[in-house]
């Protein structure tokens, strides 16, 4: 059980250009999310799934896309990515239960840097 | 935008306990409370729930006033490992809302 997996770890992109942060869970949660951290910041919301096929916006939306097409994948797409990117980004996933734990489990995160 | 309202930092002494305070002003009945904390460059992890009564497991505390509306996570006996980003959150049972946090708490654990 690996738990929340993301690749790559480390990325440098220059401006303009696209990529895909990939994020992978083996519990079968079907809430999956992405978060981004600004150096000395707090957790901002960019992306949500509760499920295959359906996707919502979070806070901070512009500049990403998403996509769920199995329960176990949720990547983040960068189209034309830009200094204001520069972050460290989270991958979760989450299966809210009645009165019990809804615990969120996070990925190790992807540090973008973009020149 | 994130429910609930806490100070930026905190020192607290090893040792000693570590009492994180946090304001839940529209807390609704069926919302839970929820910490977390993240150390440094890692991901958030869970700490502790709670809805109206006071919680304890082999990490921490929870204690919940009556109306709910601030709650406290207690470290017993805090260490350098505890110095982190601690998160407080509402959240309801069993929903799939979108989860957001605050700016949380650093707590800084002083030799």
């Known amino acids: 059980n690996a738990g929340v997996t993301q690749t790559p770890k480390f990325q440098v992109l220059k401006t303009g250009q696209s990529m895909t942060l990939q994020c992978a869970q083996d519990?079968?949660?079907?809430?999956m999310s992405w978060y981004r951290q600004d150096p000395g910041m707090g957790l901002r919301l960019i992306h949500y799934?509760?499920?295959?096929?359906?996707?919502d916006q979070g806070e901070v939306p512009n500049g990403y896309n998403v996509s769920r097409s199995t329960t176990e994948d949720f990547p983040l797409r960068l189209l034309s990515a830009a200094p204001s990117q520069t972050s460290v980004y989270f991958c979760?996933?989450?299966?809210?239960?009645?009165?019990?734990?809804?615990?969120?489990?996070f990925g190790p995160g992807t540090r973008l840097t973009v020149l | 935008d994130a429910k609930t309202t806490q100070p930026p930092s905190m020192d607290c002494a090893e040792g000693r306990a570590a009492n994180l305070p946090c304001n839940h002003s529209t807390i609704s009945g069926n919302e839970y409370v929820y910490w977390y904390r993240q150390i440094h460059s890692q991901g958030p992890q869970y700490i502790i729930h709670?809805?109206?009564n006071n919680e304890t497991n082999e990490m921490a505390s929870l204690i919940i006033t009556e109306d709910r509306k601030s709650s406290t996570l207690i470290l017993p006996h805090a260490t350098l490992r505890d110095t982190a980003v601690y998160y407080c959150i509402d959240l309801p049972s069993g929903g799939y809302q979108k989860v957001t946090f605050g700016t949380g708490t650093k707590l800084q654990v002083i030799p």
């Open positions: 519990m079968n949660h079907e809430y």
């Open positions: 979760a996933s989450r299966e809210p239960g009645p009165r019990a734990k809804d615990t969120q489990y």
């Open positions: 709670g809805l109206k």
């Open positions: 799934s509760v499920g295959a096929g359906i996707t």
